[in-house]
């Protein structure tokens, strides 16, 4: 009986580790969508913005 709690509490802690790897994968993933975004976000609007200041090199 004690080697099968042992066992079962060995099961339930690799569980649990896995449930807290699934949660901090999926904000990662989240995270990374998030700031690909906002990185091709802000190189266009750097793009955008420095076509329109080109004519100001010409000075």
């Known amino acids: 009986m ?4 042992k066992v079962l ?3 339930a802690l690799i569980w649990i580790g896995f ?4 949660v901090v ?3 990662l993933i ?10 091709v ?7 955008v913005k420095s076509k329109s200041d080109r004519h100001a090199l010409d000075r």
């Open 2 to 5: 004690q080697t099968l709690l």
């Open 9 to 11: 509490g060995i099961i």
């Open 19 to 22: 449930m807290v790897l699934g």
């Open 25 to 27: 994968f999926k904000f």
């Open 30 to 39: 989240w995270a990374l969508v998030i700031g690909a975004a906002v990185f």
């Open 41 to 47: 976000g802000s190189a266009a609007y750097a793009a």
